[in-house]
């Protein structure tokens, strides 16, 4: 076969493992995720205890080397709940500039929190000042004409 086959049997290989290495390293994606969301999460709803309504959090993925997962890589392995999040625009994912092992989870929540704040100052007037607050609606608002034929 000679030289030529020899030289590309080897490169072959090289390549062959190198491949071999990126589907092992995608295919244990999810797992490693999750592992490093559950080390994260204490500290990400320690945060948002504290107000926060952006907060960003740092994963990786130990045996990602050799290869860089591409942000849908990583958006495909994530668990269901921060999926959620992500299909919801409400967090995004930034790969590392320096480190092809890590991505940083961005959460965005402003505007949600900024309802669920109403509702919960709300509930709060409710039970301090209940006789000023009635469940039924507000009167209806007579018509202008109603209005100028009186």
Do not use: N
Request: proline content about 6%.
């Amino acid at each position: 076969m000679g030289l030529a086959h020899d030289l590309a049997a080897r490169a072959a290989e090289f390549h062959a493992e190198a491949h071999k290495k990126q589907r092992h390293g995608l295919r244990s994606l999810p797992e490693a995720i999750a592992r490093e969301w559950q080390r994260k999460k204490p500290e990400v709803f320690k945060e948002a205890s504290g107000g926060k309504t952006e907060i960003s959090t740092w994963i990786m993925h130990p045996k990602a080397t050799g290869f860089k997962p591409s942000v849908i890589d990583i958006a495909s392995a994530l668990p269901e709940e921060l999926a959620r999040m992500h299909d919801a625009d409400q967090m995004l994912i930034e790969p590392s500039a320096t480190c092809s092992r890590s991505w940083r989870l961005k959460f965005k929540f402003c505007a949600l929190a900024g309802e669920l704040t109403a509702e919960y100052i709300a509930r709060d007037l409710r039970e301090e000042f209940p006789d000023q607050f009635t469940d039924e609606p507000p009167a209806k608002r007579a018509k202008q004409e109603e209005l100028d034929k009186v």
